[in-house]
Nanobody, 123 residues
Framework: QVQLLESGGGLVQAGGSLRLSCAASGGTFSSYLMGWFRQAPGKEREFVAAIGRSGVNTYYADSVKGRFTISRVNVKNTVYLQMNSLRPEDTAVYFC????????????????WGQGTQVTVSS
């Protein structure tokens, strides 16, 4: 069973950038589809981005397309989320998730989750 640990969150001004990292342990990282989700106060957890096992295929929510980039380095057991041109509405707790199969954009397809990292974007 894989364990996930996110890092890299923080406070940033609108228009700024952050890079989130998610380190995996306890499983064969290259066998997992990896996703990033976020949850703002009072809202449901929503899909942000996902990446296939080899890193070739990527998927993005419309709200972040062109601003966020997901990537992975399998030899480091790590997935990243580069976030540029941040907006106040990007403020949320960001979660890393892993699944061995399923539709990468659907939250309930992911059985493994990290604890989350807070991202706050000030206006």
């Amino acid at each position: 069973q894989v364990q996930l640990l996110e890092s890299g969150g923080g406070l940033v001004q609108a228009g700024g950038s952050l890079r989130l990292s998610c380190a995996a342990s306890g499983g064969t990282f290259s066998s997992y589809l990896m996703g990033w989700f976020r949850q703002a106060p009072g809202k449901e957890r929503e899909f942000v981005a996902a990446i296939g096992r080899s890193g070739v295929n990527t998927y993005y929510a419309d709200s972040v397309k062109g601003r966020f980039t997901i990537s992975r380095v399998n030899v480091k057991n790590t997935v990243y989320l580069q976030m540029n041109s941040l907006r106040p509405e990007d403020t949320a707790v960001y979660f890393c998730a892993a699944t061995e199969f399923g539709v990468p954009t659907i939250r309930r397809q992911y059985p493994y989750w990290g604890q989350g990292t807070q991202v706050t974007v000030s206006s």
